[in-house]
């Protein structure tokens, strides 16, 4: 491990012991990215005090495993970009109070500039900004919801960006960042918070080599949504709640 990461890891450590654990009790969550990594550890702790619709690609194992009754599991590929009449009633019935965008796929490890296909593009543009779109459609037609998040990455930050490459994803979520500010302006008025959040390094399918446990992740997640800080609604932050530069 390199020096940087060493004290990044030890920096983070030391945040981690002096945060206490908050929790949410009593709400209607849905999570996207729910069947694995942050989004399944989300879904886990918020089962235990709230009711929860769990939205998942093809796979539903995991959430299957845990599932103790407060957690519907919806299936939806959201590379389809299409949603069931049935679909969209179930999130209307559920009154969604929070909604988490956190299913997103990174794409090929070669996103040079060269060899861009625009089919993998659009792909992965539906999985990680349009389908959230759609979702934050659906939900705000219910008066309950009150709190967004959007999990985006440091990745879609174009003034941090020192080392180019990663086109498919840095797009993604350079755009889901436009949107969460947008959408701050747009929702002030019913009172919704948007929090872009940053969820760390974090070991799961999509990061290997990552150095936090999806577990901490989560619970910072929390943590933040516990907080419902409107001061934060429409910045990007990182889960220990400190603002990044877009
Ligand atoms: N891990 C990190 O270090 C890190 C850093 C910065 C940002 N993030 C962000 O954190 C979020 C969670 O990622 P993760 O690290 O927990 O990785 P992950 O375990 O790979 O989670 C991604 C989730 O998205 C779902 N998904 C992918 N394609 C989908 C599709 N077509 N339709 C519906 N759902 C789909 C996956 O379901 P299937 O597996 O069933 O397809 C999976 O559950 C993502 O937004 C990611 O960009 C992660």
Known sequence: MGIIKTIQKKYNNLLNLYEKNLFLENKNIIVSGANTGIGFELVKKFAIKNNVIALANYKTNNLDNINNGKIKILKNDFKELKFSEQFINEIYKFRPQ???????????????????????????????????????????????????????????????????????????????????????????????????IHPGNVKTKMNSGGLMSPELSAQKIINILSKNNSKLSGLLIDMNSKVLQW
């Open 98 to 196: 929070i909604l988490i965008n956190c299913a997103a796929i990174f794409g090929p490890e070669d996103q040079e500039l060269e060899k861009i296909n625009y089919e993998n593009f659009s792909e992965i543009m539906k999985i990680n900004v349009f389908a959230p779109i759609k979702l934050i459609n659906f939900c705000i037609k219910n008066l309950d919801l009150k709190q967004i998040v959007n999990i985006s990455s440091e990745m879609g930050s174009i003034s941090t960006n020192k080392i180019g490459g990663y086109y498919y994803y840095r797009l993604s979520k350079c755009m889901l960042n436009a949107l969460s500010k947008n959408l701050s302006i747009d929702l002030k008025t019913k009172r919704i918070n948007i929090f872009c």
